[in-house]
């Protein structure tokens, strides 16, 4: 006899991780390991009610991938920018097809931020005039 919750399902990051393909499929292989000098991302990591394709918790940076730019996507588009703001995140949103043709234009501005936001968190070490 198997029981039956009320409680709302959560999100199941690891089924998401395990279902990537194309474009995030090949981001992800850029990404993974530390391969970005040193920074560490996961795939598939939940912020607030939605989950970031890719996500480096040191810096706060989420990356996600979108198809198209229909209304509904644009709409949902700015929801989650909302909640990655407002969870603290900075968001940068790549179009599959850039990934899929220019993946090292991708990487470059994904390091740049990462190197940005790296400067930020750090503590000013400069002269006290």
């Not at 989950?51 to 730019?69: N, Q, R, S, W, Y």
């Amino acid at each position: 006899m198997s029981r039956k919750s009320n409680a709302p399902k959560r999100h199941d990051s690891k089924t998401t991780r395990k279902h990537k393909k194309g474009p995030s499929s090949k981001l992800w292989g850029a990404l993974r390991g530390k391969q970005l000098t040193g920074y560490r991302f996961r795939s598939g990591h939940p912020i607030g009610p939605f989950v970031a394709d890719f996500v480096c918790l040191k810096l706060k940076l989420a990356i996600d991938i979108t198809e198209g730019t229909a209304q509904g996507q644009v709409e949902e588009n700015w929801r989650k920018q909302r909640a990655y703001e407002k969870a603290g995140y900075t968001r940068l949103l790549f179009r599959g097809q850039a990934v899929m043709k220019d993946l090292d234009s991708v990487l470059e501005e994904i390091f740049r931020k990462c190197i940005e936001l790296d400067e930020r968190r750090a503590p000013d070490i400069g002269d006290d005039d």
